[in-house]
Nanobody, 120 residues
Framework: QVHLVESGGGLVQAGGSLRLSCAASGRIFSVNAMGWYRRAPGKQRELVAEITSGGSTNYADSVKGRFTISRDNAKNTVALQMNRLKPEDTAVYYC??????????????WGQGTQVTVSS
């Protein structure tokens, strides 16, 4: 079984920074993409950023130039550096590992979420 543990959420003032981290553990053979989604109150979950095992990245337009995603393939960890935060970035952020190959098959795995609150 694969477990994702997130850390780094919290409360920050607008213009500030936070760094989210996520570690996937278990009998993992390989992971395709890792990334972050978020769900703001009253809104649907949306992609924030993701990164493939080859290092290709994809960002939501709303975070381009402010957020940076990085990954350590050997440790199955992913991080999201969030700078110049805005109140509209307030949401629960979820880590995801996509197309994870284990001894039992292939699946996507999600973390429990970490709250990010940006005050104005």
């Amino acid at each position: 079984q694969v477990h994702l543990v997130e850390s780094g959420g919290g409360l920050v003032q607008a213009g500030g920074s936070l760094r989210l981290s996520c570690a996937a553990s278990g009998r993992i053979f390989s992971v395709n993409a890792m990334g972050w989604y978020r769900r703001a109150p009253g809104k649907q979950r949306e992609l924030v950023a993701e990164i493939t095992s080859g290092g290709s990245t994809n960002y939501a337009d709303s975070v381009k130039g402010r957020f940076t995603i990085s990954r350590d393939n050997a440790k199955n960890t992913v991080a999201l550096q969030m700078n110049r935060l805005k109140p509209e970035d307030t949401a629960v952020y979820y880590c995801v590992s996509k197309t994870v190959l284990t001894s039992t098959g292939i699946a996507d795995y999600w973390g429990q979420g970490t709250q990010v609150t940006v005050s104005s």
